[in-house]
């Protein structure tokens, strides 16, 4: 199994945040990626994917946009 914690830019756990799980899969010369796992963060910022084969790994989340609060995005000059 593989477990984390996703924690936001001030070290906080976050909820509800997807994680993917891929499994580096070799076939002759070439090598990709098979998604193993799929789910989220639960209320403490934690994930699991249980019942894995031994072998390599990818774990991806996705990143956030940022919300900016009664103001504009303005590009720089």
């Known amino acids: 199994s593989i477990s984390g914690t996703v924690f936001d830019e001030h070290g906080d756990p976050v909820a509800g945040i997807p994680v ?7 076939l002759g010369t070439t090598t990709y990626p098979a998604r193993a796992f799929s789910g989220e963060t639960d209320d403490r910022g934690m994930y699991r994917a249980g019942g894995l084969a031994p072998g390599p790994y990818i774990v991806q989340v996705p990143s956030v946009q940022v919300t900016v609060r009664g103001g504009t995005l303005r590009p720089p000059a």
């Open 20 to 26: 993917r799980v891929l499994q580096v899969v070799s």
